[in-house]
């Protein structure tokens, strides 16, 4: 199992550009997320998929669309970068309900608008 | 929504000292409590979990307490080695059908001196 995978590793992008990161994972989870790491602020909520076909917003989703594609795959996508958004990206997954419920991150993905 | 608070932001012990992480929660309704340990340039991994119709859960030299009524947990960590050297963050969230979605503290960052 290869759990939570995600494109591209380190990006550059200009203000303005339009990039999307993938994330995928194998573990038949229904919940995904996406989450921004800044120093000093932790992890922090960007947008949230419970199940295929849905998404809601998180603490910080201005700037940001997500797509969930199916189970497996939940993708970010920025429209115009700023350099506020130069973070830490981490894609997880879960499995919903009382049981099994540890989040499994990706590796991250660094990115830095200039 | 939930708001997490974590303290404190950096804390340094003696290698074989104890070291203790707190933290807050504000949503009465949370019911699980998850601690991650992120190495520098690394994903967060979850090290222990805690629901909340436990009080104290242990796993070897890592323990978490629980105090519902004051809306407050900690991570306790025993005879520290350098390997535990990392950030640590607290999460709290709301484990009901359909609502996963899980709020980080703003981490830790523990050192262990040698």
């Known amino acids: 199992n290869a759990g939570v995978t995600q494109t591209p590793k380190f990006q550059v992008l200009k203000t303005g550009q339009s990039m999307t990161l993938q994330c995928a994972q194998d573990?038949?989870?229904?919940?995904m997320y996406w989450y921004r790491q800044d120093p000093g602020m932790g992890l922090r909520l960007i947008y949230y998929s419970a199940s295929e076909g849905t998404t809601d917003k998180g603490e910080v989703p201005n700037g940001y669309n997500v797509s969930r594609l199916n189970k497996r795959e939940f993708s970010l996508r920025l429209e115009s970068a700023a350099p506020s958004q130069t973070s830490v990206y981490f894609c997880?997954?879960?499995?919903?309900?009382?049981?099994?419920?540890?989040?499994?991150f990706g590796q991250g993905t660094r990115l830095t608008v200039v | 929504g939930e708001n997490v608070e974590q303290h404190p932001s950096t804390l340094s012990v003696q290698e074989g000292d104890s070291a203790v992480i707190k933290c807050t929660y504000s949503?009465?309704?949370?019911?699980?409590f998850p601690w991650y340990k992120q190495e520098l340039g690394k994903r967060p991994q979850l090290i222990i979990d805690?629901?909340?119709?436990?009080g104290e859960k242990k796993d070897q030299r890592i323990a978490v307490t629980l105090n519902k009524t004051a809306k407050h947990f900690s991570l306790h960590i025993t005879e520290t080695q350098p390997e535990d050297s990392a950030v640590y963050f607290c999460a709290a969230s709301r484990r009901n059908f359909g609502n996963e979605k899980l709020t980080f503290g703003t981490g830790t960052r523990l050192t262990i001196i040698p």
């Open positions: 805690i629901r909340s119709n436990v």
């Open positions: 997880a997954s879960s499995e919903k309900g009382r049981l099994n419920t540890e989040a499994f």
């Open positions: 949503d009465s309704a949370s019911n699980y």
């Open positions: 573990m038949n989870h229904n919940s």
